[in-house]
């Protein structure tokens, strides 16, 4: 299971765009990048999935380079509201019903008035 | 969307006793369940896998007798806590994979907040 690394912490305010890059050497072909959204006391909420290039939903878009070895959440005019921890996994696609996600620190972001 | 049913929210137990919590996938069938446990300002760490109708795999020191799990239908899972101490006392996750593959994702429940006194 491919390792990912992102900060352990950011702080923005609001209005700003958030960029959240997670390194994620190790992945292999069959992979996907995906990103969750934690409150505290919740469990964690689905954000964005990608495979390469870039994702956008309503809520978030995903950069993936073209070595896939690292990506980027990027949210764009954050408010008070997306203060939460974030965070990027790396899940085998594979037909097996043992696909597991397993969680790395997450990054604490703080969004300021 | 899809939607996993956690209860209960938040149970406070006896040193001794035993909790069930319960994880209800609502509108998908959810041939894998798994099972996180997270501390205060920790990640979540991932407890084990129950596939529907089969045995629960455990993660490396998660003690399978005291942390039963089942998963006797594709829409529901428990997970009970047996003879619990104050150092169970976590917030416990389920997660469901939704069958149709993995486009589909993983869908959490919303965590069952434990404390044993």
């Known amino acids: 299971l491919a390792k990912t690394t992102q900060p352990i912490s950011m702080d923005s305010y609001e209005g700003q765009e958030v960029n959240i890059t997670c390194s994620h050497n190790?992945?292999?072909?069959?992979?996907?990048i995906t990103w969750y959204q934690q409150f505290p006391s919740q469990g964690p909420r689905f954000i964005i999935q990608g495979y390469k290039t870039k994702v956008t939903n309503e809520v978030a878009s995903l950069f993936i380079p073209a070595d896939r070895k690292s990506s980027t959440l990027s949210l764009p005019r954050v408010s008070l509201s997306d203060t939460a921890v974030y965070y990027c996994?790396?899940?085998?696609?594979?037909?097996?019903?043992?696909?597991?996600?397993?969680f790395g620190t997450g990054t604490l972001l703080a969004v300021q008035p | 969307g899809a939607v996993v049913s956690q209860h209960p929210s938040r149970v406070i137990c006896k040193s001794g006793t035993s909790v069930k919590i319960e994880c209800r996938s609502l509108d998908f069938q959810a041939t894998t369940m798994f099972w996180y446990r997270q501390f205060p300002k920790q990640s979540l760490m991932l407890m084990a896998t129950s596939n529907e109708g089969s045995k629960a795999t455990y993660e490396q020191g998660v003690e399978k007798d005291k942390f039963l799990i089942n998963h006797a239908s594709l829409t529901l899972s428990t997970l009970t806590v047996t003879s619990a101490h104050p150092e169970d006392s976590s917030f416990y996750i389920c997660s469901g994979r939704d069958n149709r593959g993995l486009n589909y994702g993983y869908t959490f429940g919303s965590g069952t907040r434990l404390t044993v006194v």
């Open positions: 190790n992945i292999a072909t069959n992979d996907y």
């Open positions: 996994l790396v899940v085998m696609n594979y037909g097996g019903a043992t696909n597991k996600l397993i």
